[in-house]
């Protein structure tokens, strides 16, 4: 992608992030985030190869389908990415969002830089960068540790973005792709869920709000009111 494309993406997310109440160096709470923007988002169980889906109706009404199979962390990434869809990208139309196979058209392109920049700021990550390894010394896996949960990303796009910005070389990137994700969490002392799947049937938004009016204003029985309330699913654990 050429400078002058990415430095329009970054402006797109400077004022995104100013729109939605963000500094330009704060983590995103991703679940906060998408009931502040009324973003209705279900997560479920999808194939493999398919990370999520995003809608938009001509009332503005905004849906967000997530692959919950799928790790926390590239499904913080397919967040960020349907949000260049449904808040950025001039007449979006429904489409999946496949995993990366290398044939990404150039709207899909844009999606994945503007996650990349929305989850993971410059500023935000020089702040946490040890003074040494910012003035020339080699960014350290404690380092790499710290930022990914900071931002809860995936190691992958975090190494993605951190050689993106001049701060690790490709043959740094390469290295630390080979470092076992899992068993390098542990040892530094950090939780594994980031790099697990999660949410299963979880769902973000007024969903059922919107069920409760229709049935407290007579449009559903509570036959179909009931209905609604299983789709959301309660009883099944959260993870």
Known sequence: ???????????????????????NTEAINLKSLLLKLGVITVFRPLSDN???MSLKDTSNHRFMLINCNQPKGRQH?????????LFIEDNPKPHKCLTDNGTKNFIEQQADMFASILLMPEDGIIQLLPQHELTGGEVSLATILKLEHYFSVSRRALLNRLNNLSLITKSEKESYFQRPVQQTAREYGYDTALYNPGNKNLIIGDFGEKARNLFDNGNISEGH??????????????D
Do not use: P, W
């Open 1 to 23: 992608m050429k400078n002058n494309q990415i430095k329009l993406i970054e402006q797109q997310v400077v004022k995104f992030r100013q729109k939605v109440g963000l500094s």
């Open 77 to 85: 990434f397919t967040i960020a990415h349907e949000l260049y869809h």
């Open 50 to 52: 398919f990370s999520g």
């Open 225 to 238: 009111y009931l209905e609604f309330l299983n789709k959301l699913d309660y009883g099944t654990d959260k």
